[in-house]
């Protein structure tokens, strides 16, 4: 890695802060994958380090949480599965890797209670449902699932009298909700495997 390389990314990473400033955090989540995918397409370990900086800037939290008849997975990419990736692309680059040890030892500041995540497994073509979700009237509400591979997975939320409130059905391994409830009530959220293998993921919600 070049000074100026250096330089910039040590400038990339510092901005990161700032842009996970943003008001609807699992569109964080969403840009870290994005960001990771594209790193691992191009070997850039860089992309991959700010994707894993992004990730762990959410402050994840577990949950119970399961569908009806679901099965439990190995869920998504975390921070750490990132940051492997990025010490195997950057393999022989000292400096990169003095970078991504830097990333690794940070600890998550001023989150104190963050999104709440679920890890699944769900069979291809079919369908995953959590009924009662609740959610607060008159706050941005953020429902995000991704894939650990590259399974094409749908997103559906309906209201208690069953009215579809959003959906992302768009080919890719995530999909995302977002909409402002007008009071709190509970939602149904459908995730669906349009792909023909099963799939790992996981289902993260604010």
Avoid: H
């Amino acid at each position: 890695m070049t000074r100026f390389t250096a330089l910039t990314a040590a400038l990339i990473l510092s901005a990161l802060p700032v842009l996970a400033a943003d008001p609807a955090p699992l569109k964080q989540a969403e840009a870290s994958r994005v960001l990771y995918d594209t790193g691992v397409a191009t070997r850039d370990p860089l992309l991959v380090l700010a994707a894993a900086k992004m990730r762990r800037g959410l402050g994840l939290s577990p949950t119970d949480r399961m569908a009806e008849d679901g099965t439990p997975g190995d869920g998504a990419l975390d921070a750490d599965a990132m940051l492997a990736t990025a010490r195997d692309l950057a393999a022989g680059d000292d400096m990169m890797l003095g970078l991504i040890e830097d990333v690794a030892s940070e600890t998550t500041k001023g989150v104190v209670s963050g999104p709440v995540y679920n890890n699944a497994r769900i069979g291809g073509g079919q369908t995953d449902t959590y009924r009662a979700v609740p959610f607060e009237g008159g706050t941005y509400a953020e429902i995000y699932v991704e894939a650990k591979g590259s399974n094409d997975l749908n997103l559906k939320v309906t209201d208690d009298q069953g009215r579809l409130v959003c959906s992302d059905t768009d080919s890719s391994a995530i999909a995302y909700c977002g909409w402002s409830p007008r009071s709190t009530g509970d939602f149904t959220i459908a995730v669906q495997n349009a792909s023909g293998s099963s799939a790992d993921y996981a289902l993260i919600t604010n």
